[in-house]
């Protein structure tokens, strides 16, 4: 069985790297077949993982002291703090050939702008954010971009709807993904300016299989497999079906403790289960040579451990970071 080697950042979460650790020692119990290199303070991180018993032969340590925070600018701290646990161990998953791929939670932007930087794709396009979610049909639809690029372009928004239908057609083997345009319409003549400008360019590419603009409210029944839109739009439509989901399956447990129905509690575990964005992993950002993934800032260590079956994912399907091609 071939070990993948997988990196943490282990700074830069909401919770401190208290969860970092903890969700990288339930990796290593949960998948025999990874290893982690830890990117942080040695000292701390060594008498941590001593204490709790994990196993050292399958576990590296990357020196890093310094730490990003969500108040730095990306562009200051890309060459001031590259001491950082971030930027360090972005720059050892672009130079060693050993790591496989990185999980963080820390700073978006700048690690965006790292990843551009050390471990950008030979091509070096625009990196974009990404997360896939469940669709009504059994599905997953990628929604791009998810909060990387707030003000964007129709090019951008084009480069985006290339990005994410490679991903879905290397990942989950779909031929011509389907790639719709966030709208609040579904006729061409509906939209934004953006929108507006952004529907004729994906109209007319012949390696997009464009099927028009979508509105909100179908965007995840299964009638597209990547669905385009800026950064800002993107993160909302994350998080308002996030937040909706968890409002509606805490409801449905309230109901079910007042009638005690065990099936009712079963139902909300269920949906808890495929709607919950900890337990899909992070979002996943495409246009890297390597995979990095960024889980949200107060993740809990179940999303580090699910973020680490994203990567094993990936490793085992060796068409998705196919070397040759040396894109995503």
Do not use: W
């Amino acid at each position: 069985m071939d070990t993948v080697k997988i990196l943490i950042d282990t700074k830069g979460a909401d919770n401190g790297e208290a969860v970092m650790i903890k969700g990288a020692q339930g990796v290593l119990e949960k998948f025999e077949d990874i290893s982690v290199v830890l990117a942080g303070d040695r000292e701390l991180l060594a008498s941590e993982c001593q204490k709790v018993g994990m196993p050292l032969d399958r576990i590296e340590i990357l020196d890093a002291k310094g730490e990003i925070t969500n108040y730095d600018n990306p562009a200051e701290a890309l060459f001031k703090k590259t001491d950082s646990s971030m930027l360090t161990g972005l720059k050892a998953l672009g130079e060693r050939e050993d790591i496989f791929g990185m999980i963080s939670a820390g700073n978006t932007g700048v690690l965006l702008s790292g990843a551009l930087r050390y471990a950008a794709s030979a091509d070096r396009v625009r990196p974009a954010l990404a997360a896939v979610l469940p669709c009504s049909d059994g599905g997953f639809t990628c929604l791009v971009d998810t909060g990387a690029t707030i003000d964007c372009t129709p090019q951008m928004l084009h480069h985006f709807a290339l990005l994410g239908s490679d991903f879905m057609r290397r990942t989950y083997g779909i031929d011509s993904p389907r790639v719709g345009l966030l709208s609040n319409g579904s006729e061409s003549s509906k939209g934004n300016k953006l929108v507006k400008e952004t529907y004729p360019v994906l109209e007319a590419d012949e390696n997009i299989c464009f099927v028009g603009n979508v509105e909100g409210n179908t965007a995840f029944s299964g009638v597209c497999d990547v669905l385009v839109c800026d950064g800002f739009a993107g993160n909302q439509v994350l998080k308002v079906t996030e937040g909706t989901a968890t409002r509606i399956i805490t409801d449905i447990m309230k109901y079910a403790h007042r009638e005690g129905s065990d099936e009712i509690k079963k139902l909300a575990m269920h949906l808890m289960g495929i709607y919950d964005i900890g337990s899909l992993g992070g979002g996943i950002i495409l246009g890297c040579a390597k995979p990095i993934i960024k889980t949200r800032g107060n993740a809990k260590e179940s999303a580090v451990i699910n973020t680490a079956e994203m990567l094993l994912n990936m490793a085992h399907n060796k068409s998705v970071f196919d070397k040759s091609r040396n894109k995503i």
